[in-house]
């Protein structure tokens, strides 16, 4: 596969220069901010309140805003939208709304509009590492099933791509704040664990001068309104 980010597919495949985007589970901000700064009107919907409040903490690179929402009920009006992007975001909906929030997707789209979605693999170094505090292989399948159903929404296959994104992280105890960040749930798993997640962090990691590397074999999925 090639090495590439989620962000160099969005932007290699996605136009986005004065286009309305909403990035569903948004996180920190950071890909809002990207996509800011190539023109786009964006939206980020996210539900942990400390990553919402980190996005809206950080410098604005121009008009984005930062919502407390959820991907089966977002807070836009029908048909408002021209680009709807879940990175890494999908499987992180309850199984049972996964269907829920493409359909959401397609209701606030333009006809014609655009859902990027990227999906982590049940596999890879960095899989191996955080499945030892959270296995995701059903989570991940799910979400594919409801990407491969999704006509059912009205919308329709563009593009499917595979790519491998390397990830760095300076030392375990940054793995482990990272972990959490994600889902704060984990928080007591990982401190229970500690020990066994160490030793596959240090066995699957690939050590460097700049910190311990990971490879996260991706999954792209383009979809488009009818």
């Known amino acids: 596969m090639v090495h590439k980010t989620n962000s160099d597919v969005l932007?290699?495949?996605?136009?986005?220069?004065?286009?309305?985007?909403?990035?569903?589970?948004?996180?920190?901000?950071?890909?809002?901010?990207?996509?800011?700064?190539?023109?786009?009107?964006?939206?980020?919907?996210?539900?942990?309140?400390?990553?919402?409040?980190?996005?809206?903490?950080?410098?604005?690179?121009a008009d984005e805003t930062y919502i407390d929402g959820i991907a089966q009920s977002l807070p836009m009006k029908e048909g408002s939208v021209d680009v709807v992007v879940f990175s890494n975001s999908l499987h992180h909906v309850p199984v049972e709304d996964q269907g829920r929030a493409l359909a959401e997707a397609e209701r606030v789209l333009v006809p014609g509009g655009v859902i990027f979605i990227s999906e982590p693999l049940a596999e890879g170094s960095n899989f191996d590492v955080v499945r030892v505090v959270h296995d995701e292989t059903v989570v991940r399948?799910?979400?594919?099933?409801?990407?491969?159903?999704?006509?059912?929404?009205?919308?329709?296959?563009?593009?499917?791509?595979?790519?491998?994104?390397?990830?760095?992280?300076?030392?375990?105890?940054?793995?482990?704040?990272?972990q959490i960040a994600v889902d704060p749930t984990r928080a007591a798993v990982v401190d229970e664990r500690q020990t066994e997640i160490r030793a596959a962090f240090e066995r699957h990691g690939r050590r460097a001068e700049d910190g311990w590397w990971f490879d996260q074999p991706m999954r792209i999925n383009l979809l488009r309104k009818r």
């Open 11 to 61: 932007l290699e495949t996605v136009p986005l220069k004065g286009k309305v985007v909403v990035d569903v589970g948004c996180g920190d901000g950071a890909l809002v901010r990207l996509m800011a700064g190539q023109g786009a009107r964006v939206t980020g919907i996210e539900t942990n309140p400390k990553q919402l409040a980190k996005a809206r903490a950080t410098n604005r690179v």
């Open 141 to 178: 399948a799910k979400a594919l099933e409801a990407i491969r159903a999704a006509s059912q929404w009205g919308l329709e296959p563009v593009r499917e791509m595979t790519h491998v994104q390397h990830s760095r992280v300076a030392d375990f105890e940054a793995f482990r704040q990272r």
